[in-house]
């Protein structure tokens, strides 16, 4: 009698969390944000991520805006989004000069109308050890993830103010919840991202802005070739391409792009993406120390100084026959795939 009783308990209880799981979920979708006739705006969306994640709005009905500093990404990207019936404006701009911002906001609202829709997703990658690192590397990776955060949000906000609406989509990093070896110019420049973007969800609620930060994992959108390295930038380069090519230890730009605009669809403070991305974190959360220890470890595994010293490479300048291999088949085909070449 008494383990049918227990049974009969655990069943209302499963039923119970049933409910309010299934509850949750009819609420969200009658509360998700509509992209349809929504002016977005992308910045560094002429390639990568940006790209992906316009295609998808686009199918949406979204009112697309890229800018990007290159004029040839830029028309390579809107023909595509245009090719195939995207309403798509792009913009020559780089957000880390403040008086760009201001007039290419003032390009947006003056052709399509107020901007609903911020996506801060520009972004540059110096990779190599530390002590070969310069202070324009810092410089260069907080003007672009925090400065041009800043200038683009004050840009936009008056507007969503007034309107008392809009949504604003940060994408930081994991790098930007724990900090990684060989990556510390790009970790401590998402940290501050981080910190910016928290601060605003916070503040901006009561004008109806929502704020959503994304930290995600690594994702095979082709960028590597991109990166700026130092030192040994050949082997750094080939490591990092690897690891961005492989299934265990990355996703795919479109499942990335897909669960971040969900994220910033159903109106969520954060979002973080991969398994090992999600691992990382919670054991960070749960020992900061710990994690430091294995990144110690992980990092004398790493290549070391030496190489072009403090020189800076592209990702394109360090192919090798290792780079260019089977290993990295994922990510080569994205970067066909995603403007990056």
């Not at 949750?24 to 509509?34: E, P």
């Not at 993830?145 to 809009?166: D, E, F, N, S």
């Not at 995600?216 to 082997?235: E, V, Y």
């Not at 054991?283 to 470890?297: A, E, I, Q, R, Y």
Request: charged share 20%.
């Amino acid at each position: 009698m008494k383990t049918e009783q227990k049974n009969n308990k655990l069943w209302w209880l499963a039923a119970g969390a049933g409910l309010v799981l299934a509850a949750r979920a009819i609420y969200r979708n009658l509360t998700a944000y509509d992209f349809e006739g929504k002016v977005v705006l992308i910045t560094g969306g002429s390639r990568g991520l940006g790209l992906v994640m316009a295609r998808k709005l686009a199918k949406e009905g979204a009112r697309l805006v890229l800018c990007s500093r290159d004029e040839t990404e830029l028309e390579n990207a809107r023909m595509e989004l245009a090719g195939n019936g995207a309403d798509v404006l792009v913009l020559k701009c780089d957000v880390t000069v403040q008086d760009q911002v201001n007039s290419m906001i003032e390009n947006v609202q003056n052709e399509f109308g107020p901007i609903d829709v911020l996506i801060n997703n520009a972004g540059v990658i110096h990779a190599g050890p530390v002590t070969e690192m310069t202070v324009q590397d810092f410089e260069e990776a907080i003007n672009t993830h925090y400065w041009g955060p800043i200038y683009t949000t004050l840009a936009v906000l008056p507007a969503m103010k007034a309107r008392k609406q809009g949504r604003i989509l940060n994408i930081s990093s994991i790098g930007g919840k724990i900090s990684v070896p060989h990556l510390v110019p790009y970790s401590a420049s998402k940290f501050a991202l981080v910190g910016l973007s928290e601060g605003l969800r916070a503040e901006l609620a009561q004008y109806n802005i929502v704020v959503t930060t994304a930290t995600p994992g690594l994702m095979r959108t082709g960028s590597p070739r991109h990166a700026i390295l130092k030192g040994q930038h050949k082997k750094e380069y080939t490591l990092f391409k690897i690891m961005d090519s492989s299934p265990l230890t990355s996703n795919s730009a479109e499942a990335t792009a897909a669960e971040i605009l969900d994220a910033l669809r159903y109106g969520d403070a954060e979002v973080t993406t991969t398994l090992p991305a999600i691992v990382a974190e919670y054991l960070h959360n749960l020992s900061p120390g710990l994690m430091t220890s294995v990144f110690s470890v992980v990092n004398s595994m790493l290549p070391g100084e030496g190489g072009i010293g403090k020189n800076r490479a592209k990702g394109y300048e360090s192919e090798t026959p290792l780079s260019m291999s089977g290993l990295t088949e994922r990510t080569q085909k994205a970067a066909a795939r995603n403007n990056e070449l």
